[in-house]
Structure formats: structure tokens, C-alpha cells
């Protein structure tokens, strides 16, 4: 049997939420039916090694961030018509619009991915307008994957087409994000704390978006009442040499409490010894990964009210407006506080959720369905293949 060639184009593979779901999504593909290929229209980054430990070639164009010159678009599709995919994954929006882009000269079923929600006030100039642009290019898609209801209600009210649309959550590998308890103990032990130490933590790279200030901010009015409470935080830049985040927890008197721990490898370590997982995103989130990550170790999320983390969370955590470090203080007071038994109740709850709602076998058997069903020539219908979509918003 012919395989299905599938490229997925992305802007590189530094670490990152959406990135590691590509890594995912690439490791369980069926090999036997689909053949997978990567563009990287950056340098690659670190995790490039790791998916071609997987078997999965990997180009990389080698463009600079900025606005591409006609030489590196032709460029673009010349490596295309080489690889000679059958279908063209586009991820994130600097892919998606490279993929739509490369079908113009070299024709095949495209499919993008949109991994967050978006304000444009806040994005870079050359994103915001390629944001504006994939209203147009959206039409010419065979398919538009998002990662919840919010990204794809907000971008179709933008303009982007409707009749596209689906919606494809992140999936969490729960058979490695589990309960640790010794991840618990060796945790403290690298940090030099006390077994009973409370820690919350938060893992999301430095950026406005992901609001540490806010989070810290929190931490500050905790530290008031509840000063044995430690903070972990680890993410791109998450180190002692950002400037700016020093000078943050230094003018919150938080020298002592907070450990910062940069980019790990070991998430799933770090999440299970975890009293309380936060994320305090002000904007951008569609279907936060690292939310069910922390879930899926049995660990109590709160996490501000931003894309479709109240759909993850449900009944199992706490969801806090964003920018408001009060209130996310006080739904982690009200988590910590709890009676040890009722706290592992809410824990247990939540990597139920995980396991019923976002299995990463169960999000990889969805595109799989897609990648069949757009190669058959058939008109787009997403509830045919058990894909999910948001409310019609009449437009």
C-alpha cells in the first residue's frame, strides 16, 4: 500500500506547547500508512534531533525572522515540489500561510493548524498581518484544525472560512504524565526543601502572554499569609539571568521562594510533585497542553479564564479572571487549604477528565481521519469523521 506523504510545515522546533504536540502527533502516526515529513522554515531548534530520532526527515530553510524576500518563497517551493507530499500540514500561522503558499505552485490539499487564540494588539507586527492575510488564504484550505472552540470561534469571526473549520484539542500522554510520588520527594531534595513543602508551579516560556508577572504578583499576597509556600517556575528564559523577571521577584520580596528552573526536560517530574499547578496566561491560550499535563499527574490546576482552559479544568480546579493576582491567590488558598483526602479527590478527578477527554492516541486517531478523508476529493465535513466543532456563529 502507498503511503500517505504528509509535510508538515512549521516555523521551527524550539520548545514549546505546540511543538511538542507536533513531536506527539509525529511519534503515533500510523508508519505503516502515512509518511511523515518536516520543514522547518527557521534553523530548526532543539527538539529537531528528537524527531529525527523518530525516523522523520527533517528540512530546514534557514530563513531569519522578518518579512521573507521573493528569493527564500521560491526557495520554500522548490523544497515542496522535492518532497512531493501528498498532503500539506501547515502549523502555526508562519506554516500556514508557508503551505498555502507553496500550493499556489505545487497543488495539493493543505491543512492548517491554529494552536492559540489571538490579540493583535499584543503580536509583532509581521504576525499580526499575517494573521490579517489568512482570512483570504483560509479559503483555499482544505481543512482548518484548531485546538478548541475559542481559537476557532474567535478566527471565524476575523473571517477566516467558516466552512473549514474543526476543532482537534491537544492530546496529553498519560501513560507518561501519571502520579510520582517520588518525583515528589527528589523535586524538593534538587531544590533543597523539606519533604512537606507546598509548591505551586508554573512552566510556560517568558512572554506577556503567559503573565508572570501576575502569577508572581499572587505569590506575593500568599506569601503574606502562607510564607512556607514555595514557587516553581521553568520555561524558556525562566533563569536567574532574565533581568527583568529578577527584578520582578526581587521588588515582591520573593528572592527566597521562588526557583527558577528554565527549560526541562523532566515536565512530568516537575508536574507530579506539584501541590497546585497555575497558569496565568492574560491572553493567547486556546487548549493549554501543560494544563492537562499537570492534570493528568493528579495535580490541582487553577488557571485564568483565557481560550478553553475552563473547558479542561471543569468541575476538577479553579479558573480566576486573567490580570487578577488576587483572585488567583485566593483560589489557591482555597485549594491548599483543603483536608489532604478532598484535595487527592479533586487530583484523581482531574486525570479522570484528562484520560476520558484528551488521550493523545484518541487526538492522533482524529488527524489521521482528516489526512484520509481530504485526499478522497470529498467536500469537507468534519462530523462525518467524528471531528468536533464550534457552535454555527451565523456568519
Known sequence: MTKIRILFVTT????????????????????????????????????????????VRVHSLGMKRGLPNPKQVWQLVQLVKRIYPDVIQGWMYHGNIAASLAALAFPRPVIWCIQNTTELQYEKPLTAALIR????????????????????????????????????????????????????LAIRMELGLDLDTPLIGLMARFHPMKDQATFLTAAAHMNRHYPEVHYVMAGSDITPENAALMAQIEALNLGDRVHLLGIRQDTDRIAAALDLFSLSSAYGEALPLVLGEAMACCTPCVATDVGDSARVIGNTGRIVPPQDPVALAKAWTEILTME???????????????????????????????????????????????????PSLGI
Request: net charge negative; with cysteine; hydrophobic share 40%.
Open 12 to 55: 521551527d522546533l524550539t520548545t514549546g506547547g505546540a511543538e511538542v504536540m507536533l513531536y506527539r502527533l509525529l511519534m503515533r502516526l500510523d508508519k505503516s500508512r502515512f509518511e511523515p515529513v518536516v520543514l522547518s522554515l527557521l534553523d530548526g531548534g532543539e527538539w529537531q534531533s528528537r524527531v529525527e530520532a523518530l525516523g
Open 133 to 184: 492575510a489568512g482570512k483570504f488564504f483560509s479559503k483555499l484550505t482544505a481543512s482548518i484544525v484548531y485546538v478548541s472552540h475559542g481559537a476557532q470561534q474567535q478566527h471565524e469571526l476575523m473571517g477566516y472560512s467558516a466552512s473549514q473549520g474543526c476543532a482537534i484539542a491537544n492530546g496529553c500522554e498519560t501513560d507518561r504524565f501519571f502520579p510520582n510520588p517520588s518525583a515528589r
Open 340 to 390: 489532604p483526602g478532598d484535595r487527592a479527590a479533586l487530583g484523581q478527578a482531574a486525570r479522570d477528565r484528562i484520560i476520558e477527554m484528551f488521550d493523545i492516541e484518541a487526538v492522533v486517531a482524529q488527524y489521521e481521519r482528516l489526512y484520509t478523508q481530504v485526499l478522497t476529493g470529498e467536500e469537507f465535513d468534519p462530523r462525518a469523521i467524528g471531528l468536533d466543532c464550534a
